[in-house]
T-cell receptor, first 111, second 113 residues
Framework: RKEVEQDPGPFNVPEGATVAFNCTYS??????FFWYRQDCRKEPKLLMS???SGNEDGRFTAQLNRASQYISLLIRDSKLSDSATYLC????????????FGAGTRLFVKA | EAQVTQNPRYLITVTGKKLTVTCSQN?????MSWYRQDPGLGLRQIYY???????DKGDVPEGYKVSRKEKRNFPLILESPSPNQTSLYFC????????????FGSGTRLTVV
């Protein structure tokens, strides 16, 4: 089993749609969680951190479920510019600075 | 401008010919890391460094070496490259090692023939 698993997609959605990505992780000791965005052939960039209480940044909402060991990303009112690959990132925290990236979920937003 | 600079951007080399990919950051970050990205496998950590002279193996360290003699530089060395090291490589730095706040370099696309 992979340490961090994501549905590879692709997700094809029309502009204005709401789309949700899930990510599961295997190590219950994981401490920090993030979503990164990667455009084609470019470097990943931090989209948002994921907090236990859930957090929102504009059209983006991230949630963490420690009991079930998954995190989610919800994108509302999708824009063409949201087309990218979304990477789930998990860090083991203190005692191990291993940061594990999921393989990513590809999103295409169409006009 | 705060950035991580990797060189070269593209490299084609032959099996067994030693090469170095340089990485430099100007943000005074303590934590630096190297990743390789392959289709369907995502980003896999090769080595990381928590500070000068402190390095540790990631998930796929075989065939690679690193050094951290200065805070700003973290070169990746392939002593004897093989075709299975053909990949897209990213260097990243962070003020801490928790996974957030990573700044990535633009990537190095390496082909070993």
């Amino acid at each position: 089993r992979k340490e961090v698993e994501q549905d590879p997609g692709p997700f094809n959605v029309p502009e204005g749609a709401t789309v949700a990505f899930n990510c599961t992780y295997s190590n219950s000791a994981s401490q920090s969680f993030f979503w990164y965005r990667q455009d084609c052939r470019k470097e990943p960039k931090l989209l948002m951190s994921v907090y236990s209480s859930g957090n929102e940044d504009g059209r983006f909402t991230a949630q963490l479920n420690r009991a079930s060991q998954y995190i989610s990303l919800l994108i509302r009112d999708s824009k063409l510019s949201d087309s990218a690959t979304y990477l789930c990132v998990v860090n083991l925290g203190t005692g191990g600075f291993k940061t594990i990236f999921g393989a990513g979920t590809r999103l295409f937003v169409k006009a | 401008e705060a950035q991580v600079t990797q060189n070269p951007r593209y490299l084609i080399t032959v099996t067994g010919k030693k090469l170095t990919v340089t990485c430099s950051q100007n943000m005074n970050h303590e934590y630096m890391s190297w990743y390789r990205q392959d289709p369907g496998l995502g980003l896999r950590q090769i080595y990381y460094s928590m500070n000068v002279e402190v390095t540790d193996k990631g998930d796929v360290p075989e065939g690679y070496k690193v050094s951290r003699k200065e805070k700003r530089n973290f070169p990746l060395i392939l002593e004897s490259p093989s075709p299975n090291q053909t990949s897209l490589y990213f260097c990243a730095s962070s003020p801490h090692g928790t996974g957030g706040g990573y700044t990535f370099g633009s990537g190095t696309r390496l082909t070993v023939v």
